[in-house]
Structure formats: structure tokens, C-alpha cells
């Protein structure tokens, strides 16, 4: 069995990659002020950096902000042709344990994978019925006590493979290439400090999606409410006809949210509303509610809905109930269909190396999604990985080896696209 103390000489350079990158602990710190929020990603940064140098990439180096950069200068002739992105994330989700990682390659034959016996920590086919389709592969697991980072170091390990394609051979005629590698992605700071103009492309993609054929070309429209109520303090026992009770209007109004609208009741195209906090007393209270929809139309009839909510408040006294609304991102979906090259060309990348593309709407949002609505058109290819976030993530050996196949060929067909319209 190949395991954590293995010589991993052997294995596909790809892997190798992926299994050197995890061994960085590079867990988000939310709680942190820096950027990037935690050593393990200076430190990762810095080797990205080292490698991008040692490969021949240009101007290969880390910002102030922690994001790496670096370029490979088009071939003769391509020069003219829109400058083709790559980018990946270095941190991993705060929600699980980010390191020690003690991977193991498992011969996977089919039913639940034991990730710790003494613990009985198994993956059981039951929740994870997506396994299935992955008998009779190597698959590359955690011992249940992390999680495993191919989100996204899988999708580091993809880019930095096109780098080393493009730069090893010289003979093969391609665009100019930007990559970047970024910082704090899963707590939302991934683009925060991106520039765009120093970055260089005219289009990207981030590689940073799911199972095998994936592409993502859809995100939620997305944005954050405060709702807080006003109430009236007065010594409880002479409150008759005269107290108003903040919290319990705060309560009311997530009681009274449409029912069927929330995360655990949705799925595929399905909006929602979702109250992740409460917070306050008598005096006044308030709830954090996201608002999600992938629907343009169907995301602003939810927010003026929930807007004209504050006015049933008006009974206790106008301005009793406050709604301050912001919007976080937006569907990329209308932004690609500006320059639909973008997208036929991944399609088309991935079918030439034999697999089914899958368009997946994204319940969430992606890097690509700022990015492209700050005019850099970029969807989402797969890692290969299953199961982020959590001690069950899990990438399959032959699903890496193609995500970094369908890259290669994709930062190849750049020597074609002369317009991405
Ligand atoms: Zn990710």
C-alpha cells in the first residue's frame, strides 16, 4: 500500500505534485487579519514560486497579499491572441482539520472505505453513494482525522502540469499563459487583493470544481440581509400594552420565511432563504439571512420581498424593523455568454480527452464568479475531487490525471482562439 511514508518517485508527476502540496497545513483562519490568514500559505506560496521559477516561468513571484503570479510568454505567431488564465487556491476549508494529512492510495474495489478502524471512521457508500462509479480505481484518502486538500491543491497540482507542458516544450504554439495561485479563497478572500491588470489574461479559468467533466458555469446571485428590530425596554412587570420584545419579532420574522425556501429543502436551480444568526435582547435584536438564486428575476423579486417584510413591523411603531441589504456576487452565468468562446473551448477541451462535460449549476459561489463580473470571463473545471470540507474528501487517482490532461490540451487549443467571441 502507498501511504504518507512511501517513496513516491513513482507515481505520476501529477500526483507526486498533489501529494507534496498537501503536506502544507494551509487552513484559512477567519479569525486572522493578515493575508494570508496562516503561515502554511506563505510558506506554500513560496514554494509554488520556487517551482514556477525552476520550470522557466516569467516573472514568477509572490505579491504583498500572498497571491502567486507568473507567466509564460506566448509562442511566435500567437502573440495577438487573448492571454489565456489558469488559476488555483492554496488554502484549505476551515471546517476540518487542515494537517497533519496522513494520506493512503487505496485499491478501491467497491464499498465503504474504512478511513480509521480503531475510530470507525468509514466511508459508507450509503451517504456517499457517488463512490460507486469509482470502483476498481486508486483513490487517495485521508486517515479520518483531516481533510485530504484536493480542494485545491488538486487544482495547483493540474496548473502547475501546464506549466511544466508549456515550458518544457518549447515547440508547442500557445497564447501567453497567466497563473496564479490564491490565498484565503473558502473565507470569501480569495480576490480581494487580485489585480487583474498585473495578472495579464484575458480570460481564465479557475481549476477548482468537483467530480470528472465538471465545468461550472453557474453561481447563485447572491446577497446578505440584517434584519434588526427596535423594541421597548420596560420593567417586565408593568410591561402590559407597553413592552415590545425585540427577539421575539426577530423570531417572528425568520418563523414566517417561506417554509420550503431553505438550503435542506432545495436543490439544482431552487432559491432560498437562509437565517445563519441571531443576536441581541429586548431592546433589539437582528438576524444575518442570505439570499440565494440563481435566477436574475427570482433573486430580485426575493429581496424586495424580503424588504417589504419591514413594514408588517410598522403595528409596533414605524421603524421598528430594519432591513439593510448588500449584494455579494452574481451569477457568472450572464457574463460568459459574452464571450462564449470561453466556455466552447473547455467544453470542447474536455471531450477531446474522452469525457462527458457536465454543466453543474453551483450552489454557491466561485473566485470565477468576482472575477468574471470584474471582467475577467472564468468558469470552473474539475479537480476531480469528491466530499470537500470535510474528513471524507477523497480524489481518485485517474480523475486528477485527467483534469490535468483536459488543462493541458485546453492551454494548447489557446493557439487557436483568436477572439473569445
Ligand atoms: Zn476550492
Excluded at 238 to 243: F, L, Y
Excluded at 343 to 362: D, E, F, M, Q, Y
Excluded at 366 to 394: I, M, Q, R
Aim: aromatic letters at 6%; glycine letters at 8%.
Amino acid at each position: 500500500m502507498i501511504k504518507s511514508d512511501t517513496d513516491i518517485s513513482r507515481l505520476p508527476r501529477v500526483l507526486q505534485r498533489f501529494l507534496h502540496y498537501i503536506s502544507f497545513d494551509t487552513t484559512a483562519d477567519d479569525s486572522s487579519s493578515s493575508t494570508p490568514t496562516c503561515e502554511g500559505q506563505k510558506l506554500l506560496a513560496e514554494e509554488l514560486c520556487r517551482e514556477l521559477k525552476a520550470l522557466g516561468a516569467d516573472n514568477a513571484h509572490v505579491t504583498e497579499h500572498g497571491i502567486v503570479m507568473a507567466s509564460i510568454p506566448a509562442t511566435p505567431g500567437c502573440e495577438n491572441h487573448p492571454v489565456m488564465g489558469f488559476i488555483a487556491h492554496m488554502d484549505t476549508s476551515p471546517e476540518a482539520k487542515g494537517g497533519p494529512v496522513n494520506w493512503r492510495i487505496a485499491a478501491y474495489q467497491g464499498g465503504d472505505i474504512v478511513l480509521d478502524a480503531g475510530e470507525e471512521i468509514v466511508t459508507k457508500v450509503s451517504r456517499f453513494p457517488e463512490l460507486k462509479r469509482y470502483a476498481g480505481q486508486d483513490i487517495v484518502v485521508t486517515d479520518g482525522h483531516t481533510l485530504l486538500g484536493a480542494d485545491d491543491k488538486a487544482g495547483i497540482a493540474v496548473v502547475m502540469g501546464v506549466a511544466e507542458a508549456l515550458l518544457t516544450h518549447p515547440e508547442i504554439p500557445h497564447a501567453g499563459i497567466s497563473i496564479a495561485f490564491t490565498p484565503d479563497e473558502e473565507i470569501s478572500r480569495g480576490t480581494e487583493h487580485f489585480d487583474l491588470q498585473a495578472f495579464g489574461a484575458d480570460y481564465a479559468y479557475t481549476v477548482d470544481g468537483g467530480e470528472l467533466g465538471e465545468i461550472d458555469v453557474e453561481t447563485f446571485n447572491a446577497a446578505i440581509a440584517k434584519v434588526t428590530m427596535h423594541g421597548t425596554v420596560v420593567h417586565p412587570g408593568i410591561a402590559k400594552g407597553k413592552m415590545v420584545n425585540a427577539l421575539r419579532l426577530v423570531t417572528r420574522f425568520v418563523e414566517t420565511l417561506p417554509k420550503d425556501e431553505t438550503p435542506e429543502r432545495t436543490d439544482k436551480r431552487e432559491g432560498f432563504y437562509h437565517p445563519i444568526r441571531i443576536e441581541g435582547g429586548v431592546e433589539q435584536a437582528s438576524v444575518i439571512i442570505l439570499i440565494r438564486d440563481h435566477d436574475e428575476d427570482a433573486f430580485e423579486v426575493r429581496k424586495s420581498r424580503l424588504a417589504a417584510r419591514a413594514y408588517d413591523y410598522d403595528r409596533y411603531g414605524e421603524g421598528t424593523c430594519r432591513i439593510v441589504m448588500r449584494d455579494q456576487y452574481y451569477n457568472m452565468k450572464k457574463y460568459l455568454k459574452r464571450t462564449p468562446k470561453v466556455l466552447s473551448a473547455a467544453k470542447a477541451a474536455i471531450r477531446a480527452c474522452g469525457v462527458t462535460p457536465v454543466k453543474n449549476p453551483v450552489r454557491g459561489g466561485t473566485d470565477g464568479a468576482k472575477l468574471s463580473e470584474a471582467g475577467l470571463p472564468c468558469p470552473n473545471l474539475f479537480t476531480g475531487g469528491l466530499y470537500f470540507h470535510g474528513v471524507h474528501e477523497c480524489l481518485p487517482v485517474p480523475s486528477l490525471l485527467k483534469a490535468e490532461e483536459v488543462a493541458v490540451t485546453l492551454a494548447k487549443m489557446s493557439a487557436e482562439i483568436e477572439s473569445l467571441r
